[in-house]
Nanobody, 124 residues
């Protein structure tokens, strides 16, 4: 079992920044890929970013490339999502997820454990 807890969400003006954190417990975090997804009201949950076990491989949705950066600190069992130049369309609940097999797939179905999410609201 893996327990994931997201934090760092909040209300920010367009153009601002937030850093989300995902803290894991329950098993060795460093063996797993970690992904970020988001879900806006009335929309499907969509892929945002993912990072491999070692941090060597990273993947981003086209909509966030150049603005968001994913990183991890395995010693702290924590993955971060630095979000800069935020836009109102980034407003959503952000979830982190773990893939036990190490894949950084953009498909929701590929991820094994999910956190409860943290709300990000960007005002115009």
């Amino acid at each position: 079992q893996v327990q994931l807890v997201e934090s760092g969400g909040g209300l920010v003006q367009a153009g601002g920044s937030l850093r989300l954190s995902c803290i894991a417990s329950g098993r060795t975090f460093s063996n797993n890929a970690v992904g970020w997804f988001r879900q806006a009201p009335g929309k499907e949950r969509e892929f945002v970013s993912a990072i491999s076990q070692s941090g060597s491989w990273k993947r981003y949705a086209d909509s966030v490339k150049g603005r968001f950066t994913v990183s991890r600190d395995n010693a702290k069992n924590t993955v971060y999502l630095q979000m800069n130049s935020l836009k109102p369309e980034d407003t959503a609940v952000y979830y982190c997820a773990v893939n036990l097999g190490g894949s950084i797939s953009a498909s929701r179905d590929a991820w094994d454990y999910w956190g409860q999410g943290t709300q990000v609201t960007v005002s115009s």
